[in-house]
């Protein structure tokens, strides 16, 4: 399996601008979960989904901040407007029942 | 105002040595604990874990202790390399899903 898969990996846009982060779970795990990590913050669960439906989104910062997961082998995280306080790595993790979760390599967002 | 970014602890280790991590967890109902590495511009990555009817796990090079007394949780590296440089995370599955904690900086001096 290729692990978790994320797109883009890298994605720097402007204040106000819309901006949506891919993530493709492991195939056959039924959690989903997105994570961000800054600095100041460090690793912030945002929501999770179980068999593509959200069970705790108290994470989500605001209502700027979207999820969806649409099928079991996709799932997006929707930033719309984007601020620059949004800057950060962006996780998606992905695990079979309520065991290890397994990361992918993240989105860098930055935006200015 | 001025910034302040997470302050994390740090271990520093000559390579060679052994290295202890250590984890205090929250929920005496936790039923699963796991390891995880994070590197430099990586996402985190599983090491080991180990479930609350155990109290040691071994792995290769690496070994989990757990002390349900206490609430305590420890990584244990053996002949640490300048590749074990990176952050480490326990996590606790308590009431749901596993929870993070702030993690440790691990550095090796060659």
């Known amino acids: 399996d290729a692990g978790v898969i994320q797109s883009p990996r890298h994605e720097v846009t402007e204040m106000g601008q819309e901006v949506t982060l891919r993530c493709k779970p492991i195939?056959?795990?039924?959690?989903l979960f997105w994570y961000r990590q800054t600095m100041m913050r460090g690793l912030e669960l945002l929501i999770y989904?179980?068999?593509?439906?959200?069970?705790?989104d108290s994470g989500m910062p605001e209502d700027r901040f979207s999820a969806k997961m649409p099928n079991a082998s996709f799932s997006t995280l929707k930033i719309q407007p984007s601020e620059p306080r949004d800057s950060a790595v962006y996780f998606c993790?992905?695990?079979?029942?309520?065991?290890?979760?397994?990361f992918g390599p993240g989105t860098r967002l930055t935006v200015l | 105002g001025e910034s302040v970014g997470l302050h994390l602890p740090t271990l520093s280790v000559q390579e060679g040595d052994n290295s202890i991590i250590n984890c205090a967890y929250s929920?005496?109902?936790?039923?699963?604990f796991i390891w995880y590495k994070q590197e430099s511009g990586k996402g985190p990555q599983f090491i080991i874990d180990?479930?609350?009817?155990?109290d040691k796990r071994q792995g290769q090079r690496v070994t989990v202790l757990l002390n349900k007394t206490v609430k305590h949780l420890s990584l244990q590296i053996a002949a640490t390399q300048p590749g074990d440089s990176a952050v480490y995370f326990c996590?606790?599955?308590?009431?749901?899903?596993?929870?993070f904690g702030r993690g440790t900086s691990l550095i090796v001096h060659p």
């Open positions: 989904f179980n068999n593509n439906v959200p069970i705790d």
């Open positions: 993790a992905s695990s079979f029942s309520r065991d290890t979760q397994y």
């Open positions: 180990i479930r609350s009817n155990m």
């Open positions: 195939s056959g795990h039924d959690y």
């Open positions: 929920n005496s109902a936790s039923d699963y």
């Open positions: 996590a606790e599955r308590g009431s749901y899903i596993p929870t």
